[in-house]
């Protein structure tokens, strides 16, 4: 391996039975997580080994972030981070007239990530550890002012949702409720706890947050366990595996 290689780790996973097909045989991987880093972590650990600050590479990433901004928006195609980024129109155009309508179309961010990405990830290697039991589970979502299922979602509107152990419960002090996590930035919005309309171990309801145009994954953390009258000693979270889409198209996605 050449020197300026990364050096490849393990990964760690727990199963999680995959209650979106009936086999009983069938699990998902869920990955544990060891650390959250935003930029000022990685300057800060990049500084260790570098002849700059830490404050003097943040101060280069945010000068590289808002010239990369300016290109994009400028409608280049951008290398930035892992992926190249470029934009682009979804919604529909009827009529070879047709104007742009913002109350139908919006611009979108799309990522590829870049070639050498690819095969870095082909050469890490994952260890299963075991399977998570008694996960909170959420099988199907449905937006109600659109009747979209496990894909679109209207902020100020309903959700109606199916799952196994989904109901909201847990001790005063302990995060526990439903997450729009936004796939562009990790940026968390809970639903209130006012918001929620239905709880119940099978089925949920609620009305969905102020969120901006983008995707979301939908998590829930609750301490609810196949006991009713028992609660676990900490939340168990656990993630939608579809991404779900503020404005855009219909086209499902699934991780």
Not at 13 to 37: H, M, S, W
Not at 183 to 200: F, G, M, Q, Y
Not at 234 to 247: A, D, H, K, M
């Amino acid at each position: 391996m050449a020197a300026t290689e990364p050096k490849m780790r393990s990964i760690t996973g727990k199963l999680t039975p995959n209650e979106l097909t009936e086999r009983e045989d069938d699990f998902t991987c869920n990955v544990i997580y060891q650390a959250k880093r935003t930029i000022k972590d990685l300057c800060q650990l990049t500084s260790a080994n570098s002849k700059f600050t830490a404050s003097e590479l943040e101060s280069a990433y945010n000068d590289l972030k808002e010239q990369a901004k300016i290109e994009l928006y400028n409608a280049s195609t951008v290398e930035f981070g892992f992926v190249t980024n470029s934009l682009g129109v979804d919604g529909p155009f009827i009529g070879p007239d047709a104007k742009f309508d913002p109350a139908k179309n919006n611009v979108v961010l799309r990522s590829v990530p870049l070639v050498e990405m690819k095969k870095d990830l082909g050469n890490i290697t994952v260890i299963i550890s075991g399977t998570a039991e008694g996960l909170p589970v959420i099988t199907t979502v449905t937006d109600v002012a659109t009747g979209s299922e496990n894909n679109q979602i209207t902020p100020g509107g309903g959700l109606n949702g199916k799952g196994n152990r989904v109901k909201i419960a847990g001790e005063e002090g302990k995060d526990v409720g439903f997450y729009f996590v936004s796939t562009t930035n990790d940026t968390e919005t809970k639903v209130p706890v006012a918001s929620l309309l239905r709880n119940d171990p099978s089925y949920f309801s609620f009305i969905i947050p102020p969120l901006a145009a983008g995707t979301y994954y939908l998590e829930i953390a609750t301490q609810t366990s196949g006991n009713a009258k028992i609660l676990l000693n900490e939340p168990r979270r656990n993630r939608f595996p579809y991404i779900l889409t503020v404005g855009g198209s219909d086209r499902p996605e699934i991780e």
